[in-house]
């Protein structure tokens, strides 16, 4: 009886295959931005996400006090800041990725007070 359960059982076996990149499928990231960004600082505004170069991201955003210079874009998988410069307290635009992988979002007060950024961004 033990020899007939021991081999009558299946045994199944897993594969992997490999996915080309641009059959990834990856979550958007969206959503409201409410913070408020110290002087001459870099804050990010969400967690890593991957993305496909080509991709872009769309900022709709004003902060106070206007007159504040301030820098709206993506910290990319070579670790550097890509990034819109905005003076007039808003921000409508979109920033093209050119590296596929790992990616975060953030804004920089280059001013030497704080200030208030809120609006959305889509990816």
Same mark, same amino acid.
């Given at each position: 009886?033990?020899?007939?359960m021991i081999f009558s ?41 991957? !993305?496909?170069? $080509?991709?872009?991201? /769309?900022?709709? %955003? #004003? ?5 504040? +210079? ?5 910290? !990319?998988?070579? $670790?550097?800041?890509? /990034?819109?410069? %905005? #003076? ?5 635009? +979109? ?12 804004i920089r007060n280059n ?13």
């Amino acid at each position: 009886m033990i020899c007939v359960m021991i081999f009558s059982s299946s045994t199944g076996f897993a594969t992997a295959a490999e996915i080309p990149g641009e059959n990834l499928i990856t979550p958007k990231v969206s959503g409201t931005v409410d913070h408020q960004v110290s002087a001459k600082a870099i804050t990010p505004i969400n967690d890593w996400f991957y !993305a496909s170069s $080509g991709n872009s991201i /769309s900022y709709d %955003c #004003t902060y106070t006090p206007s007159s504040a +210079s301030v820098d709206f874009g993506v910290i !990319a998988p070579d $670790g550097l800041f890509y /990034s819109v410069n %905005c #003076t007039n307290g808003t921000i409508k635009q +979109s920033i093209r990725i050119d590296q596929s992988g790992q990616c975060m979002l953030a804004i920089r007060n280059n001013a030497s007070y704080d200030v208030v950024v809120s609006g959305t961004v889509k990816y």
